[in-house]
């Protein structure tokens, strides 16, 4: 078994279908009482042929990527290269036999000018053992490249929820939540009713963080919503020294996105930009439709720096939800334009909105 286990299974399936060969042929011709030493050279013969012309048609099949073609593609590759191996097996069967009969000083001029029926007796009997010998061959790999997509969508599966568990993770900063906490506790006394609203807006903000992992997308607006609960705690931390912009076509609202990107762009932006200013700034939220695209931007005061990639996670699992939700057909890109001021911008395919 150790032996067995180190042949590659292409020989395995080779020797074992060409002995199957060797094995029905002798059945049937002890059956017919057929076996005599030309019986003998010519199934020796055309074993060999056979394995070494399959072996050279599998080179052939690899070597032009059939297998990996459109369908149409494959069939053809299919019948024509069972075609043309089994008229070279069947010529070169034909050519060796006679060959061999004039070596032993018995081929006849018969047998000679019989050369095109024998030819094409060969090339009939080489078209049906090629022809299985292919079909074995395709539904070997299409039977492992079903398996393989299996196994490697199990492992995209795996990959997207433990990408999705760490982009939840990643939704709320947890010294966020103290410092919102700290200020709706300064609120109580001094203005009750707006820490009444201020409870409202971090229950908001974690009931949306928790049910993220349910959706793939939401409507812009509904994200919209979430964000500005974020902004209005922050602007109880912040007062005066954040300033907020929207410029929001309205018509993007119903535009699908992924749940809470939006939400850490802004604290990327509050976190590196805004709150390392001593005067404050600007955060600004545009979303427009740019080039037949939904264009989401946040610029904000400051500047780019090693900070912005340092430890956000945030900026990376956008990037890569956008990837494994939209493909090439979206987008994310950070920098810094006007000298003060970094732009996030995030670039979405546009849904139709019934």
């Avoid at 600007?282 to 939904?294: A, N």
Wanted: net charge neutral; with cysteine; aromatic share 14%.
């Amino acid at each position: 078994m150790s032996i067995l286990k180190r042949i590659p299974t292409y020989w395995l399936f080779q020797l074992f279908g060409w002995g199957m060969f060797i094995v029905v042929n002798v059945f049937f011709a002890y059956t017919w009482d057929q076996v005599d030493i030309k019986f003998i050279y010519r199934l020796l013969l055309y074993l060999g042929l056979g394995l070494a012309l399959s072996h050279i048609m599998r080179w052939v099949i690899y070597r032009f990527n059939i297998l990996i073609k459109p369908i149409e593609q494959q069939i053809f590759g299919f019948v024509f290269i069972t075609f043309i191996f089994s008229l070279a097996l069947g010529v070169s069967e034909s050519v060796l036999l006679i060959y061999l009969d004039l070596l032993r000083k018995n081929a006849s001029e018969r047998t000679v000018m019989n050369f095109s029926r024998l030819t094409f007796y060969n090339f009939f009997a080489s078209f049906s053992y090629l022809f299985i010998w292919n079909c074995i061959y395709y539904i070997y790999h299409y039977v492992q490249k079903s398996r393989h997509q299996q196994v490697d969508t199990l492992k995209l599966e795996a990959l997207v929820k433990e990408l999705e568990l760490k982009t939840i993770k990643s939704h709320i900063n947890p010294h966020f939540i103290f410092n919102a906490l700290n200020s709706i506790r300064a609120l109580i006394d001094e203005n009750p009713m707006r820490a009444r609203g201020a409870i409202t807006e971090l229950s908001n903000i974690l009931r949306s963080s928790m049910q993220a992992d349910k959706l793939e997308t939401v409507p812009f607006e509904k994200e919209l919503n979430i964000v500005k609960d974020y902004l209005a705690l922050e602007y109880i931390r912040f007062e005066d020294r954040l300033r907020i912009e929207f410029e929001i076509d309205e018509d993007t609202l119903d535009q699908p996105v992924p749940p809470m990107m939006l939400q850490t762009l802004v604290e990327n932006a509050i976190k590196h930009g805004i709150s390392k200013q001593l005067s404050g700034g600007t955060v600004k939220i545009i979303s427009d439709f740019k080039f037949d695209h939904h264009e989401l931007v946040v610029q904000n005061t400051g500047h780019l720096n090693g900070s912005y990639n340092s430890d956000g996670f945030g900026l990376t699992s956008t990037q890569n939800r956008l990837q494994l939700l939209f493909g090439e057909k979206a987008n994310f890109t950070i920098k810094e334009i006007n000298n003060n001021t970094v732009e996030a911008k995030v670039i979405l395919p546009v849904a139709a909105v019934a």
